[in-house]
């Protein structure tokens, strides 16, 4: 199977992600007198040679030169493509970063600790500083004989979010890879007989979100074309063959070498069991961190609600929260409700502040486009599911719909209703609040099957797999806008704090739904002053929105018709075309 998207097609997805600037830089590669030797292209040459492949793309996406891994080339060319959501830093950055030396960087994260960022910084900058002072060997197997720091110890101290792809021109090395809880896309496509190069990319064109052919359902060719990177730290170091005539390249992927993270990323706990003394009499308490983020996504439930208050703690009083609501219900749907119960409870703790509920209504009838751009953005995902809530978090990070407004004037007094979109860079999300402090409903099943060792080893499941099920799609849905997702509950910090509390304090599914789930987290919100989303009932957004019934409605017939056919195979590919 023959994929036809080229550099282009990459650009416009990238760019829909970093609106503010979008770069490229190419490095040649060749091999003359058995070495092999680089450098970066032009920027005429690089744009005269994409012009070219443009012209092409019909015949093959990219140029015969290119290559992935194994080439057969004496000549290759890689190409890096950056697109910018700025935020940090008093200067704009146009990535790719390109250092004195020939060294290239994209990188697409946030380093809150492990490197000094001044407040006056870019992330990047800072990043490519560092990388620049490591060591240059390949190997890296006796980390002793270095002579710089090397790479994967650098990459494994930052705290953040974050991808990167990085060429180290002095090892003729490129590195690349996605921060360990997974928090940031990164998409790749290992080479194959049908495509043979390596292609790494924050989000997938179009043009490879595949339909599969029932006619060749489970063959090697209707496989996915992408699949998410696993979290890690990879390199592949490019030589010259035996003959010293072509070119070659060795995949390794690396330990993380901050002892602290692989410590977090096994996720045990180690009180786990409780005695019944210590059951009966359990207390907790939870240092709440600061954050530097301008907006929340708000259903009103639990999550969302805590994040809104310790916003609200963090923030300076003179900005506006922007609280992002989707439904497909109008006014009935469950969050909708919630949503406006929770703007009153954030009203009543903090009523200096200028609080923002956005209602965003939205129609799946009328969403025919909108669905074959999240269809992209969730791929290599390929479920209902999947779908229903890319749909959702699309739409609500997109930030257009109405707000209400209290009218109180000498003439008139009531709700006014007008048009608004939010323009906040940044959304709070609440992922990881469910995996961590058991909210899911199997947890409950798991805990009345097997008890606590069960419920631990349950959530330990969820928390090592959350990059491949959810965070990928997650960020990629909600980056469409140009908007930057962060996770507050998977901060390195609060997942290590969640771990040192003995499980039965955060949660006991011996209570009813609303209470034992979550527990720690329900104390948070009395301690915030949240009394009422306290005692919320967790509901996932596909359900509270209402989407998965209009989905259920508008592929089955109803949300009966739905269920039973989940039972099968059915791929959602074919109920949309």
């Known amino acids: 199977m023959q994929f036809t998207f080229a550099i282009d097609d990459l650009k416009a997805g990238l760019r829909r992600r970093g609106p503010d600037s979008l770069g490229i830089k190419k490095v040649i590669l060749e091999v003359r007198d058995t070495e092999v030797h680089s450098y970066v292209a032009r920027d005429e040459e690089t744009e005269r ?22 080439m057969q080339q004496s000549v290759a060319a890689m190409y890096f493509v950056g697109a910018v959501l700025q935020l940090r830093g008093t200067k704009p950055v146009v990535q790719p970063l390109v250092s004195a030396t020939g060294n290239v960087l994209i990188y697409n994260g946030e380093i809150y600790d492990g490197l000094y960022v001044s407040c006056d910084s870019n992330d990047t900058n800072v990043l490519l500083q560092s990388l620049e002072n490591c060591c240059c060997c390949q ?16 990459l494994s101290s930052i705290k953040g979010p974050w991808a990167a792809i990085y060429w180290q021109d002095a090892s003729r090395t490129l590195w690349f890879g996605r921060d360990a809880l997974g928090r940031r896309s990164l998409l790749v496509h290992w080479p194959t007989s049908e495509d043979s190069r390596l292609v790494l990319s924050s989000v997938s064109p179009a043009s490879t ?58 996720w045990e706990r180690k009180l786990i069991e409780p005695k019944l003394m210590e059951f009966n009499s359990s207390n907790c308490s939870l240092l709440l961190g600061n954050s530097d983020i301008l907006s929340a996504s708000c259903n009103g439930g639990l999550d969302s609600m805590i994040l809104a208050a310790i916003l609200h703690e963090c923030l300076d009083a003179e900005y506006d929260i922007d609280l ?55 791929n290599p995902a390929k479920t209902y599911m999947d779908l229903n809530i890319g749909i959702a978090l699309r739409l609500a990070s997109g930030g257009d719909g109405w707000v209400h407004e209290v009218i109180n004037s000498a003439l008139h007094e009531g709700y006014q209703r007008f048009r608004y979109k939010s323009e906040a860079r940044i ?60 996770f507050p509950f998977l901060d390195e910090d609060v997942i290590r704090s969640l771990l040192d ?54 592929n089955f017939g109803s949300n009966r018709a739905a269920n039973q056919a989940s039972a099968g195979s059915v791929d959602f590919h074919k109920s949309l075309s």
């Open 49 to 70: 040679e994409i012009s070219c492949l443009r012209a092409m793309r019909d015949c093959k996406p990219f140029s015969d030169r290119e290559s992935g891994i194994g």
């Open 139 to 154: 190997s890296h197997e006796n980390v002793s004989s270095c002579s710089g720091k090397p790479i994967p110890e650098l």
């Open 209 to 266: 979100s595949q339909e599969p052919d029932p006619e060749v359902e489970g063959r090697a060719s209707n496989i996915t074309y992408w699949e998410e990177l696993p979290c890690g730290v990879y390199s592949i170091a490019i030589d010259a063959t035996g003959a010293g005539a072509c070119l070659a390249g060795k995949i390794r992927k690396h330990e993380w070498m901050n002892y602290m993270l692989k410590d977090l990323i096994k």
């Open 324 to 378: 992002l609501n989707v439904s497909f219900n109008g006014e009935a749907a469950p969050d909708r409700i919630t949503s406006r119960a929770g703007l009153k409870e954030l009203k009543r703790i903090a009523p200096l502040r200028r609080w923002r509920l956005v209602e965003i209504d939205a129609d799946l009838s009328n969403l025919t486009m909108e669905m074959k751009q999240v269809m992209a953005l969730i």
């Open 427 to 486: 959304l709070l999300v609440g992922s990881g609040a469910d995996e961590q402090c058991a909210g899911y409903g199997r947890h409950r099943t798991k805990y009345r099957n097997s008890s606590w060792l069960g419920l631990h080893e349950e959530m330990k499941l969820d928390m090592q797999r959350i990059w491949k099920r959810n965070l990928g799609r997650d960020d990629r849905c909600i980056a469409d806008n140009g908007k930057e997702a962060r």
């Open 501 to 554: 509390f003995p499980l039965w304090e955060i949660a006991d599914l011996n209570q009813p739904s609303g209470k034992g789930d979550k527990k720690i987290l329900r104390e948070v919100a009395r301690l915030l002053g949240l009394h009422e989303a306290a005692i919320q009932p967790k509901r996932a957004i596909q359900f509270g929105s209402r989407i998965a019934q209009e989905s259920n409605r508008k």
